[in-house]
């Protein structure tokens, strides 16, 4: 099993259990005008692979977090932007995987309602060997609720 941080949506993707054996149409909450509020306490989030991918589940997880990600982690590449509004944070990183040569790369939007209370996104995630060769390559519809 290769371990992945998805660090996902209170801003980011960075890294939970990827179970990757090789290696979601999803829709926006309701449109609201924002601002959105800023995204902290616990949240669960769920995944599901879409058709055609080769990177297999990913179990869904819980997460606490006491400030809203502006930036991924620090061994990662790449940004974080959240929308004027806060509604959408767009993500495109590339972040090494503990205890491997691999890396993975994630993009996608990551859309919230209003409250910060649910937030949908359509991630589309890599996984390269040290090569740069990709091992597996899937889209997740993710659903993440505050609890």
Known sequence: MIHVRFTIGLGLLACFGLGLSGCSSSSSPAEEAGPCVRRVGTYHFEYV?????TCGAIASHTETSSAQPTAPPASCKGTLTASS?????????SCPVS?????VE????????????????????????AAGA?????TYDITATKV
């Open 49 to 53: 692979e879409r058709s055609g991918g």
């Open 134 to 138: 990709t091992k597996c390559d899937s």
């Open 106 to 129: 994630q993009a996608g939007d990551f859309h919230w309602n209003k409250d910060g209370t649910r937030g949908t996104s359509a991630m589309h995630v890599t996984l390269l060997d």
């Open 85 to 93: 509004d806060n509604c959408t944070v767009t993500i495109a990183t």
């Open 99 to 103: 205890g491997t040569t691999n890396t």
